[in-house]
């Protein structure tokens, strides 16, 4: 159903429950120009930079117009400012988990519960702590699994590295949603949905090291286009998950970039790059407020 669940995942920009990674060895740097748009007015500058949250070491891409972007700016907006892990840890375990009905092996189709099981024992992971969680969590813990043996790593990605420098200059940092209303997009997924998703996950594991390279290969190049390609082809045929993870939320966040564009001010919005790419995309959404968001060429 989906092409790539752990793609879309990572490009999506959904930042929990991805745990830190041991540090890799130095590697030799590899130039990368993401892209990167403007919606301005005489008073008000706001760029959009697409990101993709875990990347493997030696991308450069703090760079060049990117980086002058972001000096120029007083505000970095994040997706969401990670709290603190007692706080990650409270919201996980009060959402992820069900202490009772059917286990999440019993939820599973027949036909997927033998290459679930595989998955848990290739991984070393114990089924007694999977089958309580919710399948919406099983599937993004299942699909952080094969980016960590790729050499995908949070620490790489671009909130992490923005943040650290927007702390270093003093600006102000702030988050379109928090991690508990993260969390709380998969509770809005009827159960049907939630299985769906993680039954897709374990069906495209095999595949993640493929459509992973494939995405960050677009990212990094400035292809959104084909992005767009690679995101629309994983969601097409779950409008539901479509919907809550993507197209609610540009809404949203198009209403947000309208709100502060009233305000004066030079702002840098960081967020996954496939909430900028193809059809209902935010700089779609914002066409609504008769906003337009320009590509800057570098």
């Not at 007015?41 to 949250?53: A, M, P, R, V």
């Not at 089924?127 to 050499?151: H, N, V």
């Amino acid at each position: 159903m989906f092409r790539s669940v752990t793609a879309a995942f990572a490009t999506l920009g959904l930042a929990f429950a991805l745990p830190a990674c041991a540090q890799p060895a130095p590697v030799a740097a590899k130039d990368a120009d993401p892209a990167l748009w403007v919606v301005k007015d005489k008073d008000t500058t706001i760029y959009l930079f697409g990101t993709i949250h875990v990347l493997k070491p030696g991308l450069t891409w703090f760079d060049e117009a990117v980086k002058k972007a972001f000096d120029k700016s007083g505000t970095l907006v994040l997706e969401m400012v990670e709290p603190d892990q007692a706080t990650q840890q409270k919201v996980v375990l009060s959402k992820a988990f069900a202490l009772d009905g059917p286990t999440l092996s019993e939820q599973l189709p027949a036909d997927k519960r033998p290459a679930f099981a595989k998955a848990l024992k290739d991984n070393g992971l114990p089924l007694a702590q999977y089958d309580r969680m919710r399948p919406w969590f099983a599937a993004i813990s299942l699909s952080i699994l094969p980016l960590e043996k790729l050499g995908y790593d949070p620490a790489n990605g671009p909130e992490g590295i923005l943040t650290r420098a927007a702390k270093a200059q003093h600006k102000q940092v702030m988050g379109l949603e928090t991690f508990e209303g993260q969390m709380s997009l998969f509770d809005k997924l009827s159960h049907k949905g939630q299985v769906d998703l993680l039954a897709s996950t374990i069906d495209e594991l095999p595949k993640a090291q493929e459509n992973m390279d494939k995405m960050v290969a677009d990212w990094a190049a400035g292809r959104p286009d084909e992005l767009a390609k690679e995101m629309n082809a994983s969601l097409k045929d779950t409008p539901e998950v479509a919907e809550t993870l993507l197209i609610n939320r540009n809404k949203q966040w198009a209403g947000w970039i309208a709100e502060r564009m009233k305000k004066p001010g030079t702002v840098f919005i960081a967020v996954g790059a496939g909430h900028l790419a193809g059809p209902g995309s935010v700089q779609d959404q914002l066409q609504r407020y008769r906003l337009k968001a320009v590509r800057i060429r570098y």
